[in-house]
């Protein structure tokens, strides 16, 4: 994607606005030199971060300075083996930068091949290329599902665009000749030629996100915002509890200062998660690169934790359920006294030989019945708001097509017998009326409307549906069908693709106030008959519930649909302002690819969420027994080298191995209390056998470097079996990778005493370490069982309150 190229304090050329002929354009020449002159349509920014930002937010972070002081601190008094934790920590930095850059490099590729494509006039012929190497006065043309890239000026056609993604106002708009359109507004109907009159930064669109950013605060996702929440928390303490650390076990305690710097240290980088953060980048980066192989584009990376999350798919009719390719079927007459097949045939034929093919039904339509051409006075093109379109022929009269509710208003009852035999088969229904007069946009006078015959149409049910709808009923994710379509044709396809409910169906247009929406949404399946609008209000309503909500959509009418749900996603055959608005893009715009990007989300989610528990683990702690020793006359039991060796073996990489495995249940809960309640079982197992160890020692009058032994091996035993706990279920991968990390730490302990600074023990102290170890592991399971029996009680208390405050337990009624 071509992006804005800093030109520093050289001055760019001048050139004057030209009045582009709209059937010439402007030559190579002029387009050259807008380019030299800046006057390109190149981005205000890349979608993603340079190199540069990506070396520096991985490399310029709070908890890399920390490290480095420590560092120094360690290189001050002359213990240079216990700064270890600075190589795993630049380790860990160079690792997200690469994890980072390559995803990056990844996205860079896929946008650039879903990049809007728009056709352009130029020395007289007709070009496509990218949005973003069009220049101000070019001439283009804008069609139905284009958003409009740059402001532009219509100098000939009509178009009726809707602003609600730059202005709010979601009415559809006629822009006719000598009427601007704003970039950022998409065409819902009509053919126009433009002329571009503010590019790249000047445009509406961009100096509205210019403005935006100037007070920007990007959204986090839950599980992000936790993380910077619990390392801002960490930070706060991290400076005070360093300092009074040293000087209680300086100053109060007499160490020597060596030895006060070293357990400092180790408590401190005990209480820092320096893996956690990496942990989630890298995990996220490799999810989108795992994404892409699957042909999905991933806009935002937030929408991986929110397809974790997703309760309820919303799903169109055509191209979901069914295949794209519509097929007409022949007329079914409906007064052949007055209009014969002849003249039905007759009439569709000229209708649609002025057709331009903006959509599948009318492409359906053109295969049909496109025949002789009649003069043509005046058309309405089709929207999704009216759901009807006209034309008027000089000589003929003016003649609709559309859905037949929306045509034939309160007289549809005349003809719904045969509309609803139709469309309980799966066929979706047209209505060709002739009009007398001339049809107004704004509404059609419905007594001068005059039946003329049914068109039913048929798509094809994709032969992957079912299965693809089989697995989220499995899953535990409901469907919502919601389309424009009589809702008996759309729940009979619903029915034929396996959908649970499909016999739930209501006509949107019964749904009149909010309360209906709410309604509406827990009890039925299928909608039909929806407006862009209510497709937007039916989303709300859904997340109003407490539901995580996914929607698919290609067209047009799905873009603000799409723009509110919590995960949109948008096939890359469908409207370019659909692509643009959605979160992830189906490259290869197939349904059936869904169950594997849900089950990506949630893989990565469930993992990062199980892994995070390690970390915490160890900072619970820490954090706890540094506050003890605070309280209560004893060292920090540890030095930082010894640390550094359980955090690699017992946190780092088993999380990142747990990371990659497959996991497909749905997320549930909050991320942050999910993961400390998994955690608080063995940091509280290591606080209170370490506390044991520290109070023998104080009885038995135990060295300190046995005492730092004995502790290390306490925590690589609890380590083990926290690790053995959230490996559940255990899989032959997950027992090895068990059985390599106990190895690796009785290795450390037998052949590299030296460099852990571990040393041998007397048999007192020998005996009492596997006094501990075996209480550590009695420790654990019953401080297990009581979190899980706590969670039942809170579980038993939240079904009793159903939603009611704490206090109505206690106020005498019986529920």
């Keep these: 994607m071509k992006q804005r190229k800093d030109t520093g304090s050289t001055p760019l050329p001048t050139v004057p606005v030209k009045e582009t002929l709209p059937d010439f354009g402007l030559t190579a020449e002029e387009v050259s030199e807008r380019q030299n002159a800046a006057l390109d349509n190149a981005p205000v920014e890349s979608p993603t971060k340079t190199v540069g930002q990506i070396i520096l937010s991985h490399s310029l972070t709070f908890f890399n300075l920390v490290f480095l002081i420590l560092a120094v601190c360690l290189f001050i008094v002359g213990t240079f083996k ?17 994890q980072e850059i390559r995803a990056k490099h990844t996205i860079d590729k896929m946008t650039l091949t879903t990049a809007q494509r728009i056709t352009a006039i130029r020395d007289g012929q007709k070009m496509t290329v990218r949005s973003d190497t069009l220049v101000r006065d070019d001439i283009v043309e804008f069609a139905p599902g284009d958003q409009i890239c740059a402001d532009a000026i219509v100098v000939t056609g009509q178009l009726q665009v809707n602003e609600a993604l730059v202005t709010g106002e979601a009415d559809q708009i006629t822009k006719s000749p000598g009427e601007t359109l704003l970039s950022g507004s998409f065409v819902v109907a009509g053919h126009a030629r433009a002329r571009l009159t503010k590019v790249g930064a000047q445009s509406y669109a961009s100096r509205l996100t210019l403005e935006a950013k100037r007070n920007l605060r990007i959204p986090k996702s839950e599980m992000m915002l936790s993380l910077s929440r619990l390392i801002r ?40 998660p320096e893996g956690l953060y990496l942990l989630t980048s890298v995990a996220l980066a490799v999810s989108v690169i795992k994404l892409s192989r699957k042909k999905v584009l991933t806009q935002n990376m937030n929408c991986i934790e929110t397809l974790a999350r997703v309760d ?60 002789a051409e009649w003069d043509c006075r005046s058309r309405i093109p089709f929207t999704s708001a009216t759901k ?55 509404g059609l006078q419905i007594e001068r409307v005059y039946p003329m015959a049914l068109i039913p149409l048929t798509n094809r049910i994709r032969p992957d549906a079912p299965e693809t709808f089989r697995y989220f009923a499995e899953q535990g994710v409901s469907i919502r069908v919601i389309s424009g379509d009589n809702p008996r044709t759309v729940a009979e396809v619903a029915r034929q693709a396996g959908i649970p409910g499909a016999s739930k169906f209501i006509d949107a ?34 997340q109003k519930a407490g539901h995580t909500v996914a929607m698919t959509g290609d067209g047009v009418n799905d873009v603000l649909a799409l723009k509110d749900a919590d995960c949109g996603i948008a096939m890359a055959s469908g409207s370019d302002a659909a692509r643009r608005v959605a979160q992830l893009v189906l490259l290869d715009s197939n349904f059936k690819s869904m169950p594997s990007v849900v089950g990506e989300g949630r893989r990565v989610i469930n993992n990062i969420q199980r892994s995070a528990s390690l970390f915490l683990v160890k900072n619970i702690f820490s954090f706890l027994l540094a506050l003890l020793t605070l309280i209560f006359e004893m060292p920090y039991p540890l030095v930082p080298i010894q640390l550094s060796m359980v955090s690699a073996l017992l946190i780092g990489a088993p999380s990142f191995f747990l990371a990659l495995e497959p996991n497909r249940e749905r997320v549930r809960g909050r991320f ?23 109070a023998f020692a104080a009885v038995f009058a135990i060295p300190n470097d046995q005492l730092c032994t004995m502790a290390t091996a306490i925590l690589s035993v609890v380590g083990l079996v926290v690790l053995l706990q959230i490996s559940h279920p255990l899989s032959g991968k997950r027992t090895v990778m068990i059985a390599v990390m106990a190895i690796g730490v009785i290795i450390c302990f037998a052949a590299l005493g030296p460099v852990f600074d571990f040393v041998a023990l007397d048999t007192g102290a020998a005996l009492i370490l596997t006094t501990l170890l075996i209480l550590s592991v009695f420790v654990m399971q019953t401080l297990l069982k009581l979190f899980n029996f706590g969670d039942s009680l809170l579980e038993k208390l939240r079904k009793k309150l159903n939603g009611r405050p704490l206090w109505t337990l206690f106020d005498g009624e019986d529920e």
Aim: proline residues 4%; aromatic residues 8%.
């Design 509 to 542: 247009a019964k749904l009149k106030e909010d309360a209906d929406y709410d309604e509406a949404v827990e009890k039925y399946t299928v909608f039909g008959r929806v407006t862009p609008e209510q497709k937007r209000k039916l989303i709300r309503a859904l």
């Design 82 to 98: 216990n700064t270890l934790f600075l190589l795993i920590a630049i380790a860990n930095t160079l690792i997200g930068i690469f």
């Design 233 to 272: 928390v960490i930070g706060i303490l991290l400076i005070p509890m360093g300092v009074l650390l040293f000087m209680k076990q300086y100053s109060v305690l007499g160490m020597p200062l060596k030895d006060a710097m070293e357990s400092t240290v180790a408590a401190l980088i005990g209480m820092i």
């Design 388 to 442: 009807w379109s006209s034309a008027v022929f000089a000589g003929e009269g003016a003649f609709l097509v559309g859905a037949p509710e929306f045509i034939l208003g309160r007289r549809f009852d005349l003809i719904r017998e045969a509309v609803d035999m139709l469309s309980s088969t799966g066929y979706r229904v047209l209505l060709l009326a002739q009009y007398d007069g001339i049809p107004d946009p704004k």
């Design 672 to 694: 942050m209390l999910n993961v400390l309640r998994q955690a608080f079982p063995g940091g509280l197992t290591n606080v209170l056998i370490v506390l044991l160890l520290q």
């Design 312 to 371: 309820v798919l919303c799903v169109d009719k055509t191209g979901t359920i069914t295949e794209e390719k519509m097929v007409a079927g022949d007329p079914v007459l409906l007064n052949e006294a007055d209009f014969p097949a002849a003249r039905v045939n007759e009439v569709l034929g000229a209708y649609y030989a002025i057709a331009d093919g903006d959509n599948d039904t009318e492409n359906a339509m053109i295969r049909k019945f496109r025949a």
